[in-house]
């Protein structure tokens, strides 16, 4: 199953030479990264755990030798018995065959050969309490399944986040290194006014201040970019030279609210819970039947063959049947009333975890959406609020030209553009963000 996850990336990523988009890092993660080795060797215990209980119907051999001599009749006597019996899964039944030889010295040896087949009819009717091991592990199996795409999702939700931050930092760098640049066009424009006495030292001083703050703010972004790209590097094994996101974080995504209801029912909490309340049901069957007196009926074929060789004694054979019923019925059956309490109590306390559990998403999702529509709205306010610096950029530019309108004044408004980019930049990692919290919550970031 691990082989055949797909994440879903329904984000658009915008072109750049050498970059990795969102989608080749997911399959490198999925490809390397030791947590998916973790998952498959889970899901091998898994199919061994349930091999081993579908087993209980094998056949099993046992074999008896016995060699004696008594001193006070001076007699030795030999023997060997080897059967074999096993369970029919598909009545409950237990087939033995049987095959013995003895001699005691006084006697001819004795060859007996045995077939016998034993049918609950009442306790363990159609080998309901034998398979119960088997059939729980079936349940499992299948839980085991969806609680490997579950961990999956969570994981790659967590590691795709990163990636959106690996983006926004990228961003960030090259907003603050264009700052650092204003900063520096700033500073020069102040320093020659100051030459020229056109401005006082305080002024001076002031630009001085700006220009490290931005050489600071440029330090930190490089910084915390360096930091990402190592860390998600380190985890596709790649070089952190090369890890550089392909993404667009400002691209609109379809995010479709859907029925909430059916999100819900069909989430993969909810048919864990499911996986639970089969299993707990099977009990209960099993549980009940244990209430049911033990009535078994018993067919067996015997052929018996005398004489002082053994190959000898199958040329003359007697052949005898016999029909049976055993019939046993506990007096109280405590512990078995209690467990079907136990087992019905369960279920109780099931229904009303699904039923906090479906209140509990029904909210998260409705919570989720509606984050997703703010931070939308913030977005578009952001990338207004960019729009008019930008307006803003563009008169002072031809004012400048116009001999309006100073250099300095150019620059300011430049750089005071610049870092409102940012503000959108970050209003739109949380946004895609959100996304992929809301794809991961419904079930769709991975199948």
Not at 24 to 36: A, D, G, M, R, S
Not at 98 to 125: C, F, G, R, V
Not at 226 to 239: I, K, W
Not at 328 to 348: A, C, F, Q, V, W
Request: aromatic residues 8%.
């Amino acid at each position: 199953m691990i082989k055949n996850l797909t994440a879903i990336v329904c984000l658009t990523v915008s072109s750049q030479i050498g970059a990795i988009t969102l989608s080749e890092y997911i399959n490198k993660l999925t490809q390397v990264h030791p947590f998916y080795a973790q998952l498959l060797l889970s899901e091998e215990a898994s199919q061994i755990n349930h091999q081993s209980a579908k087993s209980y119907s094998d056949w099993s051999a046992q074999l008896n030798v016995n060699d004696s001599y008594s001193p006070t009749t001076s007699l030795n006597s030999a023997s060997y018995e080897v059967s074999t019996k096993k369970i029919i899964e598909e009545t409950g039944g237990n087939l033995k065959l049987k095959h013995s030889w003895s001699d005691n010295s006084l006697t001819q040896a004795t060859n007996l050969t045995s077939i016998t087949y034993s049918q609950p009819l009442m306790e363990n009717q159609g080998g309901v309490n034998d398979s119960l091991s088997a059939d729980l592990a079936d349940i499992d199996l299948e839980a085991k399944q969806l609680s490997l795409a579950e961990q999956s999702e969570a994981f790659l939700a967590s590691k795709s986040k990163r990636f959106i931050d690996l983006a926004l930092a990228q961003e960030k760098a090259e907003t603050y290194r264009m700052n650092l640049a204003f900063s520096v066009q700033q500073l020069s424009i102040t320093s020659e006014k100051y030459a020229q006495s056109l401005l006082t030292k305080s002024s001076l001083l002031q630009e001085q201040d700006s220009f490290v703050r931005a050489q600071q703010q440029s330090l930190q972004a490089n910084q915390e970019l360096s930091s990402v790209r190592q860390e998600l590097a380190f985890m596709v094994a790649v070089d952190s030279k090369l890890m550089f996101a392909e993404f667009d974080l400002f691209q609109d995504q379809k995010v479709s609210s859907g029925d909430i209801a059916r999100f819900v029912g069909n989430s993969r909490t909810i048919r864990q819970i499911n996986y639970d309340r089969q299993k707990l049901k099977r009990q209960l069957i099993s549980n009940e039947n244990k209430l049911e007196p033990s009535l078994n009926l018993s067919v067996s074929l015997t052929s018996q063959g005398n004489s002082n060789s053994y190959f000898d004694s199958f040329a003359n054979q007697d052949t005898s049947w016999k029909v049976g019923l055993s019939f046993m019925y506990p007096l109280g059956n405590t512990k078995e009333l209690l467990d079907i309490r136990r087992t019905e109590n369960l279920l109780s306390q099931l229904n009303f975890r699904q039923q906090e559990a479906e209140l509990n998403l029904e909210q998260q999702i409705v919570s989720l959406l509606s984050r997703v529509d703010l931070l939308q709205e913030l977005m578009g306010i952001s990338l207004k609020q960019s729009q008019l610096a930008n307006a803003k950029t563009l008169e002072v530019e031809a004012k400048y030209n116009d001999a309006l309108s100073q250099k300095s004044s150019v620059v300011a408004a430049q750089k005071s553009a610049n870092l409102t980019k940012l503000s959108y930049a970050q209003a739109a990692a949380s946004y895609q963000k959100a996304v992929i919290d809301y794809l991961s919550l419904t079930d769709q970031l991975v199948k």
